[in-house]
């Protein structure tokens, strides 16, 4: 009888013992949670409009007008606040390719950079003529250097805006920061836009795409200017030696020498050596990534840089296909080799 209450004392008591089924809710739990998320990224365009209360969205596509109504009845502090709302949706339409002058401008623009009294149809081809010859154009306004004054009914506000782009009617990379006036009326409609001013511009020549060139050996040469023969004067020997210094030294642009610097074996060379040890499997496909570098005197590419670049790993790989290039012929002077600047666009 001894053995058998032992062996009782190890049977599962089942009336005191439940099973434990947190695991099974948290389950649940995660699994709405992640249910919830996917259907609101999929669904809806903006899910954290549910948790921002009554802080309205600005409505892109339609009219902003009504941002900056009756502004004369507005505080300095809300007038700062609807300009930023109606800037911002202004280049947020621009940057998604959209651009409707009667949601923005008023039926008469009175000023639109250097053209002037432009209906809404004549405003839209200057637009989108001027944006033709702004290839890839990244545009960012500097929200902090916003400032305004109400002139009247009107509000003409003044901010900073960092672009860069390709034009390709120079043939170059230009960058830089420009000053913007903007004047709304008293509708809420812009009745003015124009550039005050600019700072840190910069242009940079670019080459023609590898691909796209011809042989050295098609093209025509500038025939050299007839020389004299030099002066001598034995008084000036160390101004003349110093003179020579300063020009083996400088960094010269394409335009400026009577040679280019090319790739040995010329540009078709240059096309199927790229082809040849380029990556092109890095997920970037249909972009053009912009690599600078100086040719020195003898043929060595030195200062090897991105001008412009995409990410994405496809920055990397041009600069490390540039990198692995042969030396090349360099520019040269007067028969006399020098420094040259060079951008070559790499396309994946």
């Known amino acids: 009888m001894e053995q058998i209450n032992d062996e009782n004392e190890f049977q599962p008591q089942n009336s005191g013992l439940k099973k434990d089924k947190s695991l099974l809710y948290m389950g649940i739990i995660l699994g709405t949670i992640i249910m919830v998320m996917g259907y609101l990224t999929l669904f809806v365009d903006d899910p954290w409009k549910i948790f921002r209360g009554d802080d309205k969205p600005i409505t892109v596509i ?13 505080s300095d502090e809300q007038v700062r606040k609807s300009l930023i709302k109606f800037i911002e949706a202004f280049y947020f339409d621009q940057r998604r390719g959209y651009f409707d002058p009667p949601s923005y401008f ?26 033709a010859d702004m290839e890839n154009l990244k545009s960012n306004w500097i929200v902090s250097s916003l400032d305004f004054q109400r002139v009247g009914q009107r509000i003409e506000a003044t901010y900073w805006v960092k672009e860069s782009y390709l034009r390709p009617s120079k043939n170059q990379l230009e960058s830089g920061d420009f000053q913007v006036q903007m004047t ?13 001013n600019q ?29 004299t023969p030099p002066v001598t004067v034995p008084s000036e020997p160390a101004a003349t030696n110093a003179a020579s210094n300063v020009v083996d030294n400088k960094v010269y ?26 990556n092109r499997n890095v997920g970037v496909t249909g972009e053009k990534v912009f690599v600078g ?10 200062d090897i840089h991105v001008v412009r670049g995409v990410g994405g790993g496809a920055d990397e790989e041009a600069l490390r296909v540039v990198r692995s290039s042969p030396s090349w012929n360099p520019g040269t002077i007067g028969g006399k080799p020098v420094r040259v600047s060079y951008v070559l666009p790499i396309e994946f």
């Open 106 to 131: 008023a039926p008469i623009t009175e000023t639109f950079y250097n053209f002037h009294n432009l209906t809404y149809e004549r405003l839209k081809n200057l637009y989108w003529k001027r944006k």
């Open 62 to 74: 339609d009219d902003n007008s009504k941002l900056l109504e009756k502004t004369e009845e507005m």
């Open 253 to 278: 642009n394409l335009g400026s020498v009577e040679a280019a610097p090319e790739f040995d074996g010329g540009q078709r060379k240059l096309a199927r050596f790229v082809r040849k040890n380029l």
């Open 184 to 196: 709304i009326d008293e509708n809420g409609k812009i009745v003015s836009l124009m550039e005050l």
């Open 293 to 302: 570098f100086t040719v020195e005197k003898n043929g060595q590419l030195k």
């Open 199 to 227: 700072r840190n511009f910069d242009a940079t020549p670019i080459q023609a795409e590898p691909d796209s060139l011809v042989d050295s050996s098609q093209v025509v040469q500038p025939s050299a200017p007839v020389s």
